[in-house]
């Protein structure tokens, strides 16, 4: 990303995830494979960000930051039109990452680990395991930019250590 000067929602939200936790601040990439939303006929698209931890979970896109939290080309809408627990390869659920396997032994879809005829995942594929954050979606809120300016970061430090084993 630094080399070439840009990169994809999924270049960019890796490297803001490492630029998050290079300071500290437990972070993780989140996307889903499809939106919602797809036009008749049409493809709905595929989507990366970047969550990090702030007393709760709270996002950002890596490329459209705009001063505020939870405040997003894809928030509120089409994210409030998410299905929780859809099917994996073509569903429409939101995938947080982990670096550990996850009780439910979900994993994360990646898009370009799919055939994108038949919406199945490739069965070489290398999968990265993840929990379904779809719900937290559709209860999420806009964070107006001066209430996050004043809040006490101090508090990030004392919780985040416990956060580090979610993300």
Request: charged share 15%; glycine share 8%; with cysteine.
């Amino acid at each position: 990303v630094i080399q070439a000067g840009y990169g994809s929602c999924t270049g960019l939200s890796t490297f803001l995830v490492d630029a998050y936790r290079s300071v500290g601040i437990p972070a993780r990439a989140v996307g889903t494979p499809n939106w919602n939303n797809k036009p008749e006929g049409g493809e709905g698209g595929n989507h990366c960000w970047v969550e990090f931890w702030d007393q709760t979970w709270s996002f950002t896109g890596a490329a459209e930051y705009n001063g505020r939290l939870n405040d997003t080309w894809f928030f509120p809408m089409p994210a409030k039109l998410q299905t929780p627990g859809s099917e994996l390869c073509n569903g429409t659920s939101i995938f947080a990452s982990s670096w550990e396997p996850t009780p439910s032994r979900l994993f994360w879809p990646l898009y370009w680990l799919m055939d994108t005829q038949t919406g199945q995942c490739f069965s070489n594929a290398t999968y990265v395991p993840a929990h379904d954050v779809t719900e937290s979606y559709l209860q999420a809120k806009i964070v107006p930019r001066a209430s996050w300016l004043e809040k006490d970061h101090n508090s990030i430090d004392q919780s985040s250590s416990a956060v580090h084993k979610q993300s």
